[in-house]
């Protein structure tokens, strides 16, 4: 018996749509099967991570809150992914977005008015595009790798952070906590229904990613991303500039990375902690890539690894799975959804050795 | 600076430079076959809680080692099956097994902090170690000689082989290298097992080289920085073994600015700390500058292979 594979002319559109969900399928059967092996409730760490955060209503304001800088940042990410641009240091980004609304927001701790968070969100997408200048530069003038130089930044964000919290920006009110002040009042998110933790992180991301689609579908901006990065040669025929294009998808998810940090920091935080870099970053190329860099299926992919995340935190209490169980969960997934990529452009055929 | 305190500079840059040296070896081989594993940071971190976990539990290190290089060439093989058997993106590919290290790392080092091991320090007679000059030469662990001899080992056989005449035909022309009988897949596979079992043996240096207790995360990006050695290298293993000593140098620095104090008290820590990245970010822009990468880049690096018959 041989298998052989064989290109298919078209990606399947069936398969594109179905291996997403399959590969959660699979992750929630074989986590069960890797979980019980290693010694814990397999069975019990599906269901408290998958199930529980969609079934306990308490937990849907947990997941808003966690979507949110995963489906913007995801959004950022997939754009530039399309565009074959692999931009890895969002993570740094995110950090950079939040110094920098930081730093606005200490700038103008005296004042207030409803200018002040706009400032902000500004301040922290200049702050992400900032920290993906260098790559964005390096790499259409010199063409140094962006993988390698927008990872390294990330490493650098975390010291930066590091030296502002425990030197310059360290609250005096803090009794030595490496922390900033409290934001004033005008400083932090408004929350959308009253009586929850749900900001205006949530419905901004939703936003976003109904933008991006809008731009990506509908323009030729979004038809300049798709060209470059399938087709290099048609695009450069066609009079579209790789550098340009480059530049603008760099810009695009430093600033939206940007934006996100904005948004935790007058978010969740209220002030620049050392808890601040999560690991979103990371966490939202899973998310693009699960969303099939489409805007709408980040926003839908953004929601799932919430759940992993909400419900990572649910395990660790009722059943005592440690929380890095939920990254084990999260590569799980990509691996399976990476296997599962060829079933969308490929026929297998099995053939059966026939005797001569 | 007197005698002593250059020896002890040269015997701890020596140290933080294998890991880096180790992993980058074995990436320069999977790349000379064709291949682009990212995945390196996730493949030492493995090596690394494995490591821990053998030399803790058996006390020793010896099998600590082998166990590390077992386990990175174990989920190396999640990638190769990924990328050459059902030719999945191996950017993507390498992050995702970055990311499983990650994962896999930490639920499984969680058991084992705060644990202590012995350092797995230099075998030869303490009149060797202890003498003020020869300790230069004697005062390593074995891990560091078992990298420089495997800086000639893959020296040797990628030039000097028929195996690496065909490993580097592999990866400069697989279409050719299968027309004339040679299983791309199958000299990838090897290549990309290898590469993980270097990776290991690479994490595994820094509880039993560097600090001898699991921390989360240890490495620090030192797989992506392995990464950027072997473009530095222009896929040289001798290069190579400059390039791993002079980063070593840069986070040795870190270590002795702050204990020389005066002047350099002046710098922050973090900036110290932030070198060795900035650095790897400096080596790639001279590089670019000094000559086109993509000469000295095996020539099929990062594209699928798909057999055509």
């Not at chain 1, 699979?26 to 814990?40: C, E, H, K, R």
């Not at chain 1, 200049?126 to 993988?147: D, Q, S, Y």
């Not at chain 1, 939202?284 to 992993?308: E, K």
């Not at chain 2, 290298?177 to 079992?197: L, P």
Request: hydrophobic content about 55%.
């Amino acid at each position: 018996m041989q298998i052989r594979f064989e290109k298919k002319l078209e990606p399947s559109r069936k398969m594109l749509f179905a291996t997403p969900i399959l590969a959660v399928i699979l992750t929630m059967i074989l986590g069960a099967i890797v979980f019980s092996i290693l010694g814990y409730d397999g069975l019990g760490a599906v269901r408290e991570i998958f199930l529980t955060p969609l079934t306990n209503s308490l937990k849907w304001q947990d997941l808003a809150v966690k979507a949110a800088p995963l489906i913007i940042i995801g959004v950022g990410l997939s754009i530039g992914y399309r565009a074959n641009v692999w931009n890895i240091g969002a993570e740094g980004q995110y950090i950079a977005g939040g110094l920098a609304a930081t730093g606005m927001a200490l700038l103008t701790h005296n004042m207030s008015g409803w200018y002040l968070l706009p400032l902000m969100g500004i301040a922290g997408m200049l702050g992400g595009m900032a920290w993906v200048f260098l790559p964005a530069l390096l790499r259409t003038k010199l063409k140094v790798n962006e993988i390698l130089t927008s990872l390294m930044l990330t490493y650098v964000a975390i010291q930066l952070l590091n030296y502002l919290i425990f030197g310059p920006w360290k609250s005096p009110t803090s009794f030595g906590q490496p922390q900033t002040v409290l934001f004033n009042d005008w400083q932090i998110l408004p929350y959308i229904i009253k009586g929850t933790i749900v900001q205006a992180g949530a419905p901004i991301a939703v936003l976003i990613a109904i933008m991006a689609w809008l731009i990506m579908s509908k323009s030729v901006f979004g038809f300049q991303v798709r060209t470059v990065g399938s087709a290099p040669n048609a695009a450069r025929y066609g009079g579209f500039s790789e550098n340009k294009t480059i530049w603008l998808v760099l810009l695009i998810s430093g600033g939206l990375a940007g934006l996100a940090g904005m948004l935790e920091v007058a978010g969740p935080f209220n002030r620049m902690v050392p808890q601040f870099p999560a690991g979103y970053g990371f966490t939202a190329i899973i998310v693009a890539f699960l969303g099939r860099l489409h805007p709408i299926g980040v926003l839908i992919a953004g929601v799932v690894l919430a759940i992993t995340f909400v419900g990572g935190e649910v395990a660790q209490t009722t059943i005592g799975l440690p929380n890095a169980a939920v990254g084990l969960f999260q590569a799980m997934m990509l691996f399976l959804l990476l296997a599962g990529d060829v079933l969308v452009r490929y026929n297998i055929k099995i053939i059966r050795a026939r005797r001569a | 600076m007197s005698i002593d305190l250059t020896i002890a500079i040269i015997i701890t840059m020596v140290g933080a430079s294998t890991p880096l040296l180790l992993a980058a070896l074995g990436e320069l081989v999977v790349e000379k076959s064709g291949v682009l594993n990212l995945g390196v940071e996730g493949m030492m971190l493995t090596g690394a809680v494995v490591g821990f976990a053998v030399t803790y539990t058996t006390g020793n290190p010896w099998l600590g080692i082998l166990a590390a290089g077992f386990a990175g060439a174990c989920v190396s093989m999640i990638f190769a099956f990924l990328t050459l058997s059902l030719f999945a993106n191996q950017v993507a590919t390498g992050l995702a097994l970055t990311i499983f290290g990650a994962g896999f790392s930490a639920l499984f080092g969680q058991a084992f902090t705060g644990k202590p091991i012995k350092l797995f320090k230099s075998i030869f007679p303490d009149y060797l170690t202890d003498h003020p000059i020869l300790r230069v030469f004697f005062d390593h662990s074995p891990l560091v000689y078992f990298s420089l001899f495997m800086v000639f080992a893959v020296s040797y056989f990628l030039y000097k082989t028929r195996a690496g005449l065909v490993l580097r035909a592999v990866g400069e022309n697989d279409h050719s290298a299968h027309s004339i009988g040679y299983s791309v897949i199958k000299v990838r596979y090897g290549a990309v097992g290898f590469g993980g079992m270097m990776a290991g043996i690479g994490g595994a240096c820094f509880p039993l080289l560097l600090t001898p207790q699991w921390v989360e995360g240890l490495t620090g990006g030192r797989g992506w920085i392995a990464l950027a050695l072997v473009v530095f290298s222009a896929w040289k293993p001798t290069r190579l073994l400059a390039g791993a000593y002079l980063f070593g140098l840069i986070a040795t620095m870190e270590v002795y600015a702050k204990a020389a104090g005066g002047g350099f008290r002046i710098i922050p820590s973090e900036l110290w700390a932030s070198l060795p990245y900035l650095a790897t970010i400096l080596v790639l822009v001279l590089i670019s500058l000094r000559h086109k990468m993509s000469s000295s880049a095996p020539a099929c690096l990062g594209k699928p292979f798909i057999p055509s018959n």
